[in-house]
């Protein structure tokens, strides 16, 4: 969560009677995290938010299960050799998952045919080609290549891709939820100075009152079940919020980077926390300036982490094989570094062009039967050459 926002029309004070301009009385919805201690929202509608009836789901997308006993090595998945089609709410592909998070990729072409409401998990998707729009309960957010879209667990929303707008979204579906890390915020919740990122590089909706689109039918997805439910009029019916539970948008390029005489851990890129998780986000940056420093990544094993990264573009100094929409996968209980070479070919370099997400979970990873079709089955035994 951001910060406290409030648009359109509220009452002056929370829980009393809001009326409409002919004196129609308006139905105060709270949205609350962590039953009610958490951060909330208070919207305010046209009509009852209750009353919709139940149908069968209009679509789905699959649900991620292990592709079977594998054995321990570094795996390397070419997300570009998934084929594109459907809708973001049909063409979520499983690649890996535990019980914190799943791992999805997405190739949509067409729009949600059907409203959407997670209430498994918060949903943050980095779009790594496409452009369009999400409409939420909340209202509108524009999104494009390289930005993360935050959708909080229980947001209506869809996704209106831009007409010939070819897309390709990674999606961590989190289920303890996505925040920023508490390391760069103050005691009152405030980004601090020093944090690598501002509360002005995050985009919030645009909100115009009530939306009517012609759509009636909502899919929820609840314990891993899709189910339906038919409105008599449009559920995105508005007038005001007001709250800290909302979505937004981040340009992955908006992250400021850190660096050092020496090179850095990852947690010093750290953007998301999740429950039992941390995103990071690699992005052009000056390396380490030490006159004797290594920039490369060094070979490490960390114990307690599985790590995956998606690579997005520029050049990736320390994997050979790798390129644009790919995702290596290291889990714990064997080394991993750079390639043959590339640890010493770092010396002396001055910055790098690298963009990347990378994701380092204490849950071990289990891979689904779509990621193994898309393996590079001679990715563990290439750092031997």
């Known amino acids: 969560m951001l910060d406290r926002m409030t648009v359109g029309d509220v009452p002056r004070k929370h829980h009393i009677a809001l009326r409409g301009p002919d004196g129609a009385l308006r139905f105060e919805e709270c ?29 789905r997308f699959a649900t991620p299960a292990p592709a079977g006993p594998m054995p321990l090595r570094r795996r390397h998945y070419d997300s570009n050799l998934l084929a594109p089609g459907g809708s973001m709410l049909t063409a979520r592909t499983p690649i890996l998952f535990n019980r914190d998070v ?4 997405s190739k949509p072409t067409e ?5 959407f409401n997670n209430a498994d998990a918060d949903d943050l998707h980095y779009v790594f080609e496409g452009a369009g729009t999400v409409r939420t309960l909340f209202g509108d957010l524009r999104y494009q290549k390289n930005d993360y879209v935050y959708i909080p667990r229980g947001t209506i929303h869809r996704f209106v891709p831009d007409t010939g707008s070819a897309h390709h979204v990674l999606t961590f579906e989190c289920l303890g939820g996505v925040g920023l890390p508490k390391q760069w915020r103050n ?20 909100f115009a009152g009530p939306v009517d689109e012609g759509l009636r039918h909502l899919v929820v997805k609840r314990g891993n079940q899709f189910d339906g ?19 937004w948008v981040f340009p992955i390029l908006n992250f400021q980077p850190r660096v050092g005489q020496v090179h850095l851990p990852p947690t010093y890129h750290g953007t998301f926390a999740t429950r039992g998780g941390l995103i990071c986000s690699f992005v052009p940056r000056v390396v380490d300036f030490h006159p004797e420093a290594i920039p490369c990544p060094y070979p490490h094993s960390s114990v307690d982490v599985d790590e995956f990264i998606f690579y997005c573009d520029g050049n990736f100094t320390s994997r050979k094989g790798v390129g644009p929409g790919s995702m290596s996968y290291h889990p714990t209980g064997i080394p991993h570094g750079p390639h043959p070479g590339s640890y010493e070919r770092s010396i002396g370099t001055k910055d790098t062009n690298e963009l990347a997400v990378m994701l380092d979970v204490f849950e071990p990873l289990v891979p689904t039967a779509q990621a193994v079709a898309v393996e590079d089955v001679g990715y563990h035994e290439s750092f031997r050459e």
């Open 111 to 115: 729009a949600d045919p059907a409203y």
């Open 187 to 206: 005691a009152i919740g405030q980004l601090k100075m020093d944090a690598p990122f501002c509360h002005r590089d995050f985009t919030r909706p645009s």
């Open 31 to 59: 949205i609350t995290r962590e039953g009610f201690d958490g951060p909330y929202t208070i919207v305010y509608h046209l009509r009852r938010p209750h009353t919709a009836r139940q149908v069968e789901a209009k679509a």
């Open 229 to 247: 439910f038919a409105y008599d009029d449009s559920p995105l019916d508005l007038v005001g919020w007001d709250g800290a539970v909302y979505p």
């Open 102 to 105: 799943a791992i999805r990729v």
